[in-house]
């Protein structure tokens, strides 16, 4: 079997995906971008295949995307099942292997960080309705967070800055938790001049980048609603705690989010880990070639 690379991805095929593959060309690496809507199989064969292709020509899958695909990836993992276990067949992500769907949300991520030791933010679980009239007793006062657990890139992500307002808010988001089954959690406020991006490629941190808000209005950093960037210089502290946050979570290719509460780098909290992280603004901020890395990333687990 080659070692060939198969990147596995829901939608459009994005600005970053196209990076990826460019730097797979130029580095003269076997790498195929693979939608998911391509997955197929039919009840006669009883084979999973990737259209009129067969799944079991790739020696190593990254499933970039996986929240709204899951059915696909499940189909595909159950496909080369018998390869994982001989090693013939590399899986990026040992989180995926394991089955559970809900294994890269916000809120699974708090509780494991939490169980391991990795300090995360004051975090409260459950229905709106709880997080309300329970959850909120766990608080010592406002401004608190609410978040969705299936967010990403700073998406449903509210600050709380009082009672009122969080009824209003609990009764905007109640439909989308009613008909969609969307899920929240709330969480203390830290105060904060900016966090850091660490982005995190199996045992290795490729580098940090400080993220901070150009608007004294907006409470989020992320460079996708405007946040300014800048390269980071952090502690072997934060680098150690970016490495075991992302291997807790089973996340190879990582983008852990770290502030400092109280603006003590002797307090350092996790604020979630990204499973297949954005990097336009990390590039800018470094100036690291992140596809080129990513790419030489994967080749190296087709020779583990």
Known sequence: MRNK?????????????????????????????????????????????LNTQNIDEYRVLFFRTTGKHRESVDLILDAVEE?????????????LVGGRTSTTLKAYQM????????????????????????????????????????????????????????????????TAEVSEGKRYLMQEYLVNDGDFRVL???????????????????????????????IAEIPDNLKKIAIEAARVCGIRVAGVDIVLKDGDWEKPMVLEVNKGPQFSGFTKATGINVPERIVKFLEKVANE
């Open 5 to 49: 690379i198969a990147v596995f991805f829901g939608g459009k095929v994005t600005k970053h995906l196209g990076l990826i593959s460019q730097a797979a060309k130029k580095l003269g690496i076997d790498l195929d971008l693979v939608s998911y809507n391509r997955v197929s199989f039919d009840t006669e064969t009883r084979k999973v295949r």
């Open 83 to 95: 390869g994982i276990k001989s090693g013939e067949v590399k899986i990026v992500d040992p989180i």
């Open 111 to 174: 509780l494991s960080l939490s169980r391991a030791g990795v300090r995360v933010p004051k975090t409260v679980y459950g229905s709106l309705f709880y997080l309300r009239d329970e959850g909120i007793k766990k608080f010592s006062g406002f401004p608190l967070i609410i978040k969705g657990s299936g967010g990403n890139r700073g998406e449903r992500v509210y600050k709380v800055d009082g009672g009122k307002e969080l009824e209003d808010l609990v009764m905007k988001l109640r």
């Open 200 to 230: 995190v490629l199996g045992d290795e941190v490729l580098g940090a980048m400080k993220r901070s808000s150009t608007n004294k209005a907006e409470f989020r950093n992320n460079f996708s609603v405007g946040g300014r960037v800048e």
